[in-house]
C-alpha cells in the first residue's frame, strides 16, 4: 500500500490516518480473541438475598443444550459462532445467557472477514446495556473505532469520544477485577495485561484521530513498554506524533523500531527514520541553563 508523506503537516496526517490505521492490525485481534474467556467482575450494589426465596425457575434443558453448543465452538470460528448466536437470540430471546452471547458475537462480527462492523456496533451496545463492565467488549470496540475512524464521517468524533470512555472504563474495570477461583493465577495476568495494553492502545490511536499527539505518545509508549513484540502500526503513528511535537530524535526512534518489524509499514519506517534523524541533526541545540 502506497501512502502519502506524512513530512508536510498536520493536513497530512488526516489524509493518511486511515490508510495507516487499516494496515492488517496483528495480535490486537488475536488478544482480543483471547479475551473470550476474560473473567466479568460481579455487577456493584449487589443485594443480599431474602431470607425465604422463591423457588428458582426451572432451566429450559433445550435451551441449555443450546447454549453449551455455542459456547463450545472455537472463537476462530466467527461463521459458526454467528449462526448459532443468532439462533439462540432467535429463539431464547430473553435468555439469562443473552449477555454472554452479544459479548462473544461482538467479537466473532469484527473477526469475520470481511468484519461485519454495523452488527458489531449493535451487539456491544446491546452487550453493554445488560453489563456496562463486559471488558472484553468495551476493550475491543474502543480498539477498533479508532482503527476504521473516517473523517469525513460526521459521526466521527461521537464515535471517537465514545472509544475514550470504552477504553477509560475498561482500564477502571480491570484495576479492581477478582481473580475468579477457577483461573490460574498466571491465565488470569496474561489475559488481564493484554487487555490493559489494548485499552492504552485503542486511546492513544484515539487521541492521534484527534490530532491530541502528545496525549497518543504517551498511551502508545505504556502499550510498548508492556509488550515484548510492538506493533508496526503503533510504532509508526508513535512516530508521527514526536514528528508533529517536534520531538524528532524520539521520531527517529519509534520510526526505526517499526523499520525492524516486517510489515506493510516496515519501508516507510525506515524512510522516515532516516528523515527524521536529519530533522534532529539540524535542530537548535537546547539552550544551557545559566549557573547560579
Excluded at 487521541?207 to 502528545?214: I, M, V
Aim: aromatic share 6%.
Amino acid at each position: 500500500m502506497k501512502l502519502p508523506s506524512v513530512g508536510s503537516g498536520i493536513g497530512i496526517v488526516a489524509a493518511i490516518v486511515a490508510a495507516v490505521l487499516a494496515v492488517a492490525p496483528r495480535s490486537s485481534a488475536q488478544s482480543a480473541q483471547q479475551q473470550q474467556q476474560a473473567p466479568q467482575p460481579a455487577k456493584p450494589g449487589a443485594q443480599a438475598p431474602p431470607a425465604q426465596q422463591a423457588e428458582a425457575p426451572k432451566k429450559d434443558p433445550e435451551e441449555e443444550k443450546a447454549y453449551a453448543a455455542f459456547f463450545a465452538v472455537n472463537t476462530q470460528d466467527s461463521d459458526k459462532l454467528i449462526q448459532l448466536g443468532e439462533q439462540f437470540l432467535q429463539k431464547y430471546p430473553t435468555s439469562s445467557y443473552r449477555q454472554s452471547v452479544y459479548s462473544r458475537l461482538t467479537s466473532a462480527y469484527y473477526n469475520k472477514q470481511p468484519p461485519q462492523i454495523d452488527k458489531m456496533y449493535a451487539s456491544a451496545d446491546k452487550a453493554l446495556e445488560l453489563n456496562p463492565d463486559d471488558v472484553t467488549v468495551l476493550v475491543l470496540v474502543g480498539w477498533v473505532i479508532p482503527h476504521i475512524s473516517n473523517p469525513n464521517d460526521l459521526d466521527a468524533e461521537r464515535r471517537l469520544n465514545k472509544a475514550e470512555g470504552y477504553e477509560k472504563h475498561a482500564l477502571e474495570v480491570l484495576s479492581t477485577m477478582p481473580k475468579p477461583a477457577n483461573l490460574a493465577d498466571d491465565q488470569f495476568a496474561k489475559t488481564k495485561a493484554a487487555a490493559i495494553l489494548q485499552a492504552h492502545e485503542g486511546l492513544g490511536l484515539v487521541y492521534f484521530r484527534q490530532q491530541k499527539f502528545a496525549e497518543s505518545a504517551a498511551e502508545l509508549q505504556i502499550a510498548e513498554k508492556s509488550d515484548p513484540h510492538p506493533d508496526a502500526t503503533d510504532l509508526y503513528v508513535t512516530g508521527i506524533d514526536f514528528q508533529q511535537l517536534k520531538r524528532y530524535a524520539e521520531a527517529a526512534d519509534a520510526f526505526q523500531k517499526c523499520g525492524q518489524i516486517a510489515s506493510g509499514l516496515q519501508d516507510r519506517c525506515k524512510q522516515n527514520a532516516d528523515a527524521a534523524k536529519k530533522q534532529a541533526a539540524s535542530q537548535p541545540a537546547a539552550p544551557v541553563p545559566p549557573k547560579n
